[in-house]
Structure formats: C-alpha cells, structure tokens
C-alpha cells in the first residue's frame, strides 16, 4: 500500500508540474545579442525553436534553427532554415525559392542562388525577446517548478 501512495503522490506532482503557472518574475530576458528575432519596419524574423523546450537540441548542435518572417500583422510570409551564424551576422535560407537572407545588426541582404553577395533588403536590427519558457526555469535561475 505505501508503495502505491508514493506512485500517487508521484503522478500528481508531475502533472501540477505540467500546468505550472508561469510568473513574470520568472522570465528571462534574452538580449539582442541572443539573436533570436529580428526586427524592421514591415515585419520581423523571429526564430521557431530558439526557446523553450527545442531549444536543448538547437543548442546542442543536433537540430538546426528555423526562422519565420511575419508581417507587421503577425501574418507568415516565409520560413527558413539557420545555415550559420558568425559574430553578429547570420544567414537563413529558404531551399525551395533558392535564397538566402543576410541578418546584421543594422540591415537585412538577399541573395539569390548564384549571386555572390547580398543586396540590402531592410534596415532593422536584433532585439530583445521575453523567454517565459519552462527551459528558461531549467537552464536559468528559477525553482519555480518544485513539488
């Protein structure tokens, strides 16, 4: 029977732990210098799996980054594979349009397959993002998740 109460007690501690409640004391903020959005005047990229629980393979090298352009709207223009990032700068690409899009601090380029350099598409910049995430309790500073 007690082992039937610790197996209990188990199963509820784990599923509160699935629907905690996320305060704003416990987000992270995570600088432009994260590079994980990028921002400009029509729209933005932001990165899919860049935070939270995809997050662990991003960084760990075993997945690779997707990116989303919206419009000011929050509608989907495109998506993008990260093919590397450098310093400052990172470059996404789009396999079925062939082209590749240049994010800098300061502008944007695209280049289309067989193009050596970009051309300037907007001027925009890296920002900051509000990481709310379950991982960012895991990987940061939170014990929020204590049962």
């Known amino acids: 029977m007690p082992l039937f109460v610790l197996a209990a007690m188990l199963t509820v501690c784990m599923a509160g732990s699935l629907f905690a409640v996320v305060h ?7 600088g432009p210098n ?4 990028w921002k400009y005047e029509g729209g ?4 899919d799996n ?3 629980a995809h997050a662990v393979g991003v960084n760990s090298g075993t997945v690779r980054r997707r990116w ?14 990260e093919e590397h990032r450098e310093g400052k700068k990172l470059v996404l690409h789009d396999e079925s349009r062939g082209m590749s899009i240049l994010l800098r601090s300061d502008l944007s380029g695209i280049r289309t397959e067989g193009e ?3 051309r300037q598409l907007y001027s925009g910049a890296f920002i900051s993002v509000v990481d709310c995430t379950l991982t960012a309790f895991v990987l940061g500073k939170s ?3 204590k049962c």
């Open 24 to 30: 704003a004391k416990d987000c992270v903020t995570r």
């Open 34 to 37: 994260s590079m994980i959005a």
């Open 44 to 47: 933005s990229f932001q990165c």
């Open 50 to 52: 860049c935070i939270g």
């Open 68 to 81: 989303t352009e919206y419009d000011k709207d929050r509608n989907i223009l495109n998506s993008f594979v």
């Open 116 to 118: 050596q350099t970009f």
């Open 143 to 145: 014990t929020a998740l």
